[in-house]
C-alpha cells in the first residue's frame, strides 16, 4: 500500500514522520512502513543504505543491508510488496525480509 511523502517526511498511521533523506517510495506493508531514500544523498564512494523500515508509531526498527558492491551499492526501486522486492543500482533484484531489513536473496539481472 502505497503512503504519502513529501521531501524527507512521510504521513504515517500514527503521525508523520521525519526519516532524514528525500523519500522516493514509502509502502506499508503490514505493520511495518518501508521507505526508500533517494540514494543521491547519500555519501559517495560507499554503500547508500538507502531502505529503511518503520513501525506504524514512526520507531525505526531497520536499515537494510547492502549487498557487498561497494560504491554502487544502492536501492532504486521497491518492484513488489510480497515478497518485498527491490531493484539495486547494481544491476540485482534483491528480496528483503521487511520484518528486519535482511537481504534474502539476490540475483544479477544484467
Not at 506499508?28 to 540514494?39: A, G, Y
Not at 513501525?55 to 544502492?74: C, K, P, S, T
Not at 532504486?76 to 540485482?92: G, Q
Request: with cysteine.
Amino acid at each position: 500500500m502505497k503512503l504519502e511523502f513529501q521531501g524527507s517526511r512521510l504521513d504515517a498511521p500514527g503521525g508523520p514522520i521525519e526519516v532524514g533523506f528525500p523519500i522516493i517510495d514509502a509502502r506499508r506493508i503490514e505493520d511495518v512502513i518501508v521507505v526508500l531514500c533517494d540514494w543521491m544523498a547519500f555519501p559517495r564512494g560507499e554503500p547508500a543504505r538507502n531502505l529503511f523500515g518503520f513501525g506504524l508509531n514512526g520507531e525505526h526498527l531497520w536499515r537494510a543491508q547492502d549487498i557487498g558492491m561497494h560504491a554502487i551499492d544502492a536501492y532504486t526501486d521497491i518492484v513488489a510488496e510480497v515478497p518485498l522486492s527491490v531493484f539495486n543500482y547494481a544491476c540485482f533484484a534483491c528480496t528483503i525480509d521487511p520484518r528486519s531489513g535482511e537481504v534474502l536473496a539476490k540475483q544479477f539481472t544484467k
